[in-house]
């Protein structure tokens, strides 16, 4: 029997820590779903002291889900920790997971602390968490660059106040595998209580090194891994979960421990995140990224046409690749509809639900010959977005563009219960049909970002815009899809200014640290 390597997803924390990735408690919930269908071990769902959106979230994922932990992070605090406690009162299992840090440069300059009052606090708090759950998780905060004497102690320390899972962070990405790989078998070695307790990992991305990093300590003894989907994170994100489950399974000669990951569900995972976050996935990310198994030069292909194996590592299929992506058209019911729509993952709440989703469908239908999964998680993410309370929606949009003449848009919208229009000159019928919009509504939000990219293939296909805006400090993410990359930009903007409306209820960053 191989050991059980512990899968543990901060997507929704970590991941949520991305400029412009933050989720509302319903995107939140949808996650945490497909990540029990997932079945992740552990679901890091927040961070419940940060704000009390924060908090309802991390609430919401700790009713909802059955089968994964939910855990909570929180500082080395009393009332951090209280709060994480009572946000997970009624989860089937709950973790505490908390944290302080150990380096020199984070304990002289942030924390104001010496080694003994780090020590002091980070035991005073792990015998609190145990007062809410026997599951408790202790992190010093930047161990990477810690000093592996001082490590030795806390990490004896808080085994002996009760901690369960001592997870090592490379919170700045600076670890390299070989040398990160020494210090975790260092540490187990090295601490005389290191038995009673499980090591873990968490590596950012900084140096391009984290999934790297994480398995080098797996195989000096690590047993969890703490990941994201697509990689999400703060920076350059943090281990993604895909490759280190498909390398521990792939390299089954070499790892003596396996995931219990459903890694057919992968796929449907990494594109609900992607759709509800508005961040891409890049054509060449390994495992998700569209091009994973695509076979382009033709002594590929001709290899792969007499034996697969000579090309590919893994199949397609086992992440959630389906040969023959058409699956419904016009003429499709409404039962067909809903069974594919739940074997993507999502989750109808009511009847209503339903009809209005497969509205969408049909009228999608009628524009798309073919509809792909890729144009039903469009459909999912738009209804994701659709129920969110939207105070503004998009009634008309029509545009001009002619040679030789100066492209415009004329936009009517339904804001504040009223039926607005405006219009605008613009470089290109999106910039006038945005600058239309944006008279109407005056955001005066900064476009960090806009995006176009196309569901499937062909002309007719739907075109799925991400727009990233900044006002006061808040980045937010907008996406719309349609088979018309003018509405489907509208939409997007749109989307983006009614998250705006929302009232930030989420943490503020001077908040967030010790
Ligand atoms: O990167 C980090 O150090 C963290 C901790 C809270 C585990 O995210
Ligand atoms: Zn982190």
């Known amino acids: ?126 015998k609190r968490a145990r007062q809410f759950t026997d599951d408790v998780e202790f992190s010093p905060e930047d161990a990477g660059r810690s000093e592996e004497d001082f490590l030795c102690r806390i990490l004896e320390a808080v085994i002996d106040a009760g901690a369960t899972t001592l997870n090592i962070p490379d919170t700045v990405g600076y670890s390299i595998p070989q040398q990160f790989g020494a210090t975790i078998a260092n540490l187990i070695e090295r601490i005389p209580n290191s038995d009673k307790a499980i090591f873990s990992v968490h590596c950012h991305n900084d140096l391009g090194l984290a999934v790297a990093n994480s398995l080098a300590a797996v195989m000096n003894g690590a047993r969890q891994i703490e990941c994201t989907i697509n990689g999400l994170g703060e920076r350059a994100g943090n281990a993604s979960l895909e490759e280190v489950v498909m390398a521990v399974k792939t390299r089954q000669d070499v790892f003596t421990c396996q995931t219990r990951i459903d890694t057919r569900e992968i796929l449907t995972c990494s594109k609900l995140v992607s759709t509800i976050t508005g961040f891409p996935v890049q054509p060449n990310k390994a495992i998700v990224g569209a091009n994973a198994f695509a076979h382009e030069a033709g002594i590929h292909q001709d290899g792969i046409l007499k034996s697969r194996e000579t090309y590919e590592i893994m199949r397609a299929e086992d992440v959630g690749w389906t040969a023959n992506r058409m699956v419904l058209g016009k003429h499709s019911g409404r039962n067909a509809f809903k069974n594919r729509m739940v074997e993507l993952g999502f989750e109808f709440n009511s009847e209503e639900e339903i009809n209005k989703t497969f509205m969408r469908f049909k009228q999608l239908a009628d524009k798309k010959h073919e509809i792909f999964d890729e144009d039903l ?76 990219n196309n569901i499937t293939n062909g002309t007719d296909a739907q075109g799925e815009v991400s727009v990233r805006l900044e006002k006061d400090g808040r980045i937010v993410t907008g996406l719309g899809a349609d088979t018309d990359i003018v509405i489907a930009s509208a939409k997007a903007y749109i989307n983006a200014i009614n998250k705006l409306q929302i009232p930030d209820q989420r943490r503020h960053p001077q908040q967030a640290t010790v």
């Open 377 to 452: 998680q469009a459909l999912i993410s738009e209804t994701t977005v659709a129920s969110e309370d939207e105070q503004i929606k998009l009634i008309a949009l029509k545009v001009c563009s002619e040679t030789g003449e100066i492209p415009t848009a004329t936009v009517t919208l339904r804001f504040a219960n009223k039926e607005l229009t405006g219009c605008s000159e613009g470089g290109g019928v999106v910039d006038a049909s945005l600058k239309a919009i944006e008279k109407i509504v005056q955001s005066n939000a900064v476009m960090a970002l806009y995006s176009v």
């Open 1 to 126: 029997m191989k050991d059980h390597l512990i899968i543990f997803d901060t997507t929704l924390r970590d991941g949520e820590q991305s400029p412009g990735a933050s989720m509302t408690r319903d995107e939140k919930l949808r996650i945490a779903k497909a990540l029990e269908r997932l079945n992740v071990d552990i679901i890091e769902a927040g961070f419940p002291a940060a704000s009390p959106g924060d908090f309802d979230a991390v609430q919401a994922v700790a009713r909802g889900i059955k089968d994964s932990i939910v855990c909570g992070l929180s500082r080395a605090l009393d009332n951090d920790i209280d709060r994480a406690g009572a946000a997970l009162k009624d989860a089937q299992r709950a973790r505490i997971h908390t944290f302080i840090a150990t380096s020199p440069i984070h304990m002289q300059r942030k924390l104001n602390m010496t080694p003994a009052q780090v020590i002091e606090h980070a035991v005073r708090a792990v």
